[in-house]
């Protein structure tokens, strides 16, 4: 376990703990496991120096999902919304049911909408007691600047290459790793293209640059319908395509930023057909298409 980590375990131990946590890099699992664990510290009926111990009925409720004091909070689809914030906020402020400790998960942190990061941003301010709030996400980048600073920042180092090829079961090793590269090292990302199938993303990026070279809209109104997380894992793909173009010195800056600018519109749960076409727009003006 790295120091950052184990000085955290430590804090825990000794009932000094932030009250918010930002995990970010590494895998999902590894944060979510991490998550528990701090949970278990916290709540485990141990002395100090032998907690987490596993075994008591605190720890293994945790582990299994039935502790009142731990919530969950992740997206309903592809967001997590204002009205999910607002019923977990209640239950945040409700009196300890059996734990020390009230602690929080904030799957995808990321994925919040800005009225939810908003309502998150009220429960931050006004911390109830004994409780620890963990955002867990992709990137820190794509959290709300001032949730953001009002985090103890926790990173999480990218896995072995064997140990997340492992970590995928039954997948073809070598696609997996041509996938990776595809993803610019970004294990998540390459697990998310995994997930979605690599050639139907490799398809579609491809005719969407096309598109926008010929500045064709039958082409591009073919590219219709994808939902939300298609979108996003497209720009994904694509921003990690003008990145590398950047420094070969084969697509502008401009690109880039036009990218990210649709990622963060499209997070606003707004429609990804729009994002998707008014990102084209912009490239046609920019007189530039993704590749060379
Ligand atoms: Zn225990």
Redesign the pocket.
Known sequence: MNLQLALLEKAARENRLAHLLLFHGGSASQQRDFALRLA?IL????PML???????????KILSGNYPDFLWLKPLKTSIGIDQVLAWQQKVYLKHYEGNYKVSVIEHANAMTLPAANALLKVIEEPPERTVIILNAENAEGILPTIQSRAQLVYFPNLSEETWLKGLGEVDQQEAIQVLRLSGKDQNLATAILEHGVLILQDWVEKFRTAVEERDFLKLFALFPIDKHQAALYLQVMAVQAQEGIQKGTIHPSELLAIGKAADVLRQQVNPRLVIEVLALELFQQGGALCD
């Open positions: 278990q709540n485990c009926s141990q032998e907690r987490p111990c596993q075994s008591c009925l605190a720890c293994r």
